[in-house]
């Protein structure tokens, strides 16, 4: 059960999630990435990174922005077309940039260290000047020729495992209140609006959400709720539970679901599935 607070730090995280995975997909050949890491450094206090991409040669940091709709920069800020006011995201960057800059050079790394503001959202449109390390969708395609997709070579795997061992994780967000699961409400949610839905399984292949009009394929929305109900019930779970939990489903469409993408335990009527790496 989430409150108010726990409600937006979610929102919030799996909006940014979704920007970042994205970068990364487009990076991923470019050299080595590291994915959400928290840095700290003497006297400069900590930073959390959204992307670090070690190139040969070269460090870069990239703090992903999922904003969507207009925006403005207005006194210091950038603000909304509903009037929402968010800090400069500049002033954060140029701060994790000197983090990172000083924690490299202290380790006695001298190649260059990058910082650059990404807003990945193609619908994010932004009135008034955008700093040179800002880099819009339509501009990526273009900042990242510059890198050569090559071999990773030893040195940049050397730094990675230097980044590693400085990461220092810390736990911001409000933790949700952990509800029995014999009181979760079952179900197939959408994953664009989370809203539970009715599913007519019968010769279809993909189902349209009565409340954002998402269309999507029905086994991705199952499988998605098979996620679910592995973490929320925090065990594995038994074919007869994700039939009633997906709606009753087709039965063959459910059975290879979890085969492929789930680890089952056992042979008989009491197997159970759950998430992990295959065998």
Request: hydrophobic share 35%; with cysteine; net charge positive.
């Amino acid at each position: 059960m989430l409150d108010e607070s726990q409600h937006s730090d979610f929102v919030r995280t799996a909006l940014g999630y979704s920007g970042e995975k994205t970068f990364v997909e487009m990076v991923k050949d470019y050299g080595v990435v590291l994915w959400d890491v928290t840095l700290s450094a003497p006297f400069l206090g900590s930073a959390q990174y959204d992307v670090l991409l070690i190139t040969a040669g070269k460090l870069i940091h990239y703090d992903i922005k999922n904003f969507k709709g207009q925006f403005k920069f207005a006194e210091g800020r950038l603000v909304s077309s509903y009037n929402r006011h968010y800090h400069n995201p500049q002033h954060q960057l140029e701060r994790a940039h000197a983090i990172l800059e000083a924690l490299m050079q202290q380790s006695g790394y001298h190649d260059k260290v990058e910082s650059y503001l990404v807003f990945i959202n193609e619908h994010f449109h932004v009135s008034g000047a955008v700093d040179s390390s800002g880099l819009m969708r339509g501009q990526l395609h273009d900042h990242l020729k510059r890198y050569r997709k090559s071999v990773i070579q030893d040195t940049q795997l050397e730094v990675g495992r230097l980044l590693i061992d400085y990461h220092y994780p810390f736990d911001h967000l409000n933790q949700p209140l952990r509800v029995p699961f014999a009181e979760v409400q079952p179900g197939v949610r959408c994953p664009e609006c989370r809203k539970l839905g009715q599913i007519i399984y019968k010769e279809k292949i993909n189902h349209e959400c009565v409340q954002c009009h998402k269309v999507i394929k029905i086994t991705e929305m199952l499988r998605a709720s098979l996620n679910e109900l592995f973490y929320l019930k925090g065990e594995p779970f038994t074919y007869r539970e994700a039939l009633e939990w997906c709606g009753h489903p087709s039965r063959s469409t459910l059975q290879r679901l979890l085969n492929q993408h789930f680890t089952k335990v056992g042979h008989t009527k009491g197997a159970t599935y759950s998430l992990g790496e295959k065998k």
